[in-house]
């Protein structure tokens, strides 16, 4: 349904989602041979590129969370009880496996890249991607990262 009314079979859709689902994932397979309209950066790699260009980021606990059967009476910190902020550091690209196997290729990641959007580039998946790069957080990928592609 779409808007309360059933879907046209006869009708084109534009469908926004994100890279997970795209790639086939919840085995969406009907997905997964379409075509990329438009790409965005996930929101973790939006809030990354945010913090850096801020630098430094202050922060202010505001007691919004509460934990069920806690003592949730306790004021929330204020400002001064807090560590001084410090500019978050861009961390280091994850090693290159060695040595790789005769006639693999390396990616060299660019800003904007996900391991997705190199997996369907190289037919291949970013599942593999990871496994082969010996990627402990697949999400985590930066510009000048060394990704091995197998062949």
Do not use: C
């Not at 997964?32 to 202050?58: K, M, R, S």
């Amino acid at each position: 349904m779409i808007q309360g009314k059933a879907i046209d079979m006869e009708t084109m859709y534009l469908l926004a989602t994100n890279d997970f689902m795209a790639a086939g994932g919840d085995e969406y397979t009907m997905l997964e041979d379409d075509a990329v309209v438009n790409e965005f950066p996930a929101l973790d790699e939006a809030l990354i590129a945010y913090i850096q260009q801020l630098g430094t980021v202050d922060t202010e606990a505001e007691g919004r969370i509460k934990i069920e059967g806690m003592n949730n009476e306790q004021p929330a910190p204020t400002s001064p009880d807090l560590p001084t902020p410090t500019p978050v550091p861009t961390p280091a690209p994850a090693p290159i496996p060695s040595p790789t196997p005769a006639g693999d290729m390396v990616y060299i990641v660019q800003k904007g890249d996900n391991l997705w959007a190199i997996g369907r580039k190289y037919k291949t998946t970013w599942q593999e991607l990871a496994k082969l790069n010996n990627l402990s957080d697949p999400a985590l990928i930066f510009p000048g990262q060394k990704i091995v592609i197998r062949k």
